[in-house]
T-cell receptor
Framework: AQSVTQLDSHVSVSEGTPVLLRCNYS??????LFWYVQHPNKGLQLLLK??????LVKGINGFEAEFKKSETSFHLTKPSAHMSDAAEYFC????????????FGTGTRLLVSP | EAQVTQNPRYLITVTGKKLTVTCSQN?????MSWYRQDPGLGLRQIYY???????DKGDVPEGYKVSRKEKRNFPLILESPSPNQTSLYFC???????????FGSGTRLTVV
């Protein structure tokens, strides 16, 4: 069965410094992986996705993530944090067979200070 | 505008009073799902549908029902709500799940 572990429940950075949100996954089959962002009182928005093409994936708002099969990781990064990046981020895995059910991590809250 | 629309956004109800949360998408998507979000637990799937008249249970289906009579609509029904169903609910749709889902804005339900 597939699963996702987000290693930090909270991450605090200063504006202008790099962001690293960590995600490890477990999957018996070739996975698709996603990062979603949820701003306060909003729905979830797709940031980026990996679906077995390039291992370095670029998303919206300057975020990117690298799929590392050997480490079963899919960490989210951004070179320079902005105040508007403060939100909750979810790493998600799905199988590429059957219904392709989504399995969510428990989320990482990103706090950005001036 | 392509979107998933949920109604209502906020709902306070009493234990045992049947309610329906509606979900509609205008993107002609085959796949639709309902999730509940609780603090520290992330999002958990309640039910999903692969097309009209095709639905199945997710991870936490107890106390919920769904129907998919039309492609665009996927209502969530709570026949007899209980306080442990107090949560934030999201509907989502996709043409292919490995392309990513589009989520609605959420319904915050409180059962007293």
């Amino acid at each position: 069965a597939q699963s996702v572990t987000q290693l930090d429940s909270h991450v605090s950075v200063s504006e202008g410094t790099p962001v690293l949100l960590r995600c490890n996954y477990s999957s018996s089959y070739s996975p698709s992986l996603f990062w979603y962002v949820q701003h306060p009182n909003k729905g979830l928005q797709l940031l980026l996705k990996y679906t077995s093409a390039a291992t370095l994936v670029k998303g919206i708002n300057g975020f990117e993530a690298e799929f590392k099969k050997s480490e079963t990781s899919f960490h989210l990064t951004k070179p320079s944090a902005h105040m508007s990046d403060a939100a909750e981020y979810f790493c998600v895995v799905t199988l590429n067979t059957g219904f392709q059910k989504l399995v969510f991590g428990t989320g990482t809250r990103l706090l950005v200070s001036p | 505008e392509a979107q998933v629309t949920q109604n209502p956004r906020y709902l306070i109800t009493v234990t045992g009073k049947k309610l329906t949360v509606t979900c509609s998408q205008n993107m002609n998507h085959e796949y639709m799902s309902w999730y509940r979000q609780d603090p520290g637990l992330g999002l958990r799937q309640i039910y999903y549908s692969m097309n009209v008249e095709v639905t199945d249970k997710g991870d936490v289906p107890e106390g919920y029902k769904v129907s998919r009579k039309e492609k665009r609509n996927f209502p969530l029904i709570l026949e007899s709500p209980s306080p442990n169903q107090t949560s934030l609910y999201f509907c989502a749709s996709s043409t292919q799940p490995n392309y990513g889902y589009t989520f609605g804005s959420g319904t915050r339900l409180t059962v007293v």
